[in-house]
């Protein structure tokens, strides 16, 4: 069983879950502590080190060995120590410890505006009721 949280692109509903679709066993809320960045079309999450870390909105995805590898060449993950876009590490669930699995994730903020609140839907949402584009 392979366990990874999502919380952008790869959420159910949202623009890229039909990559992993076909590979997801089963779907559960979570939440991880960090900071979500807008990176345009999709968010960048940093774990510590930015300062106001809050809980993320995510789900814990359920998936097979080929969705894994799916989700490491959507998120550009070639492993430990090469370069890539995201890092692909192991976090327990901020509400549920014994919930744990991999996630991606940036270093830092790479600069991008912070999101409020913890939910890319969310955000989102509000940038499309104001006429924001993404």
């Not at 919380?7 to 779907?27: D, F, I, K, Q």
């Not at 490491?72 to 993950?77: I, Q, R, T």
């Not at 790479?110 to 939910?119: F, L, T």
């Amino acid at each position: 069983m392979i366990r990874v949280f999502v919380y952008g692109t790869l959420l159910v509903g949202e623009s890229n879950h039909r990559m992993v679709a076909p590979y997801v066993l089963s779907v559960r809320p979570g939440r991880v502590r960090g900071a979500l960045f807008d990176a345009g079309a999709y968010p960048g999450l940093v774990l510590s080190g930015c300062g106001g870390e809050t809980d993320i909105e995510g789900e814990w995805l359920v998936v097979t060995q080929e969705g894994l590898h799916r989700m490491d060449e959507l998120e550009e993950y070639y492993g430990p120590g090469a370069r890539n876009d995201y890092e692909r590490i192991w976090v327990r669930d901020s509400r549920r410890e014994e919930c744990e699995g991999w996630i991606y994730l940036w270093n830092d903020s790479r600069g991008y505006p912070r999101i409020a609140g913890g939910s890319w839907r969310e955000y989102v949402r509000r940038k499309l009721e104001s006429g924001s584009m993404l």
